[in-house]
């Protein structure tokens, strides 16, 4: 059954989950979607993995296999530097 269903809801409340649902990058139907399957305790819909792959064209080729760990500590400090507010200081990449 494919039936529309209209929803009305305070204006502000609207404009929050609509900003909400851009700021997940996913439409307003769907992010009421998802809130209403998780409060009836539906399972979720894992991403697709492809959607990972062939996002960047610019850059170094990088070997994700072999560099991961470099990688992932790599973006765990920027995140840590971000979130005490110091700023990000180039390192130099390490020879292989």
């Given at each position: 059954?494919?039936?529309?269903t209209q929803i009305?809801?305070e204006?502000?409340l609207q ?10 990058g ?5 992010y009421i979607?998802?809130l209403v399957a998780g409060?009836?305790?539906?399972p979720?819909?894992?991403p697709d993995?492809?959607s ?5 064209d610019e850059?170094p080729?990088t ?8 990688m ?9 530097l971000?979130k005490?507010?110091r700023?990000?200081?180039?390192r130099?990449k390490?020879r292989?």
């Amino acid at each position: 059954m494919n039936a529309r269903t209209q929803i009305t809801m305070e204006p502000e409340l609207q404009r929050r989950a609509q900003a909400k649902a851009a700021e997940l990058g996913i439409s307003f139907a769907e992010y009421i979607r998802r809130l209403v399957a998780g409060d009836l305790g539906e399972p979720t819909t894992k991403p697709d993995i492809a959607s990972l792959f062939n996002l960047i064209d610019e850059g170094p080729p990088t070997n994700i296999a072999r560099d991961k760990d470099a990688m992932l500590a790599e973006a765990v400090w920027k995140e840590h530097l971000r979130k005490i507010g110091r700023p990000q200081r180039r390192r130099a990449k390490s020879r292989r």
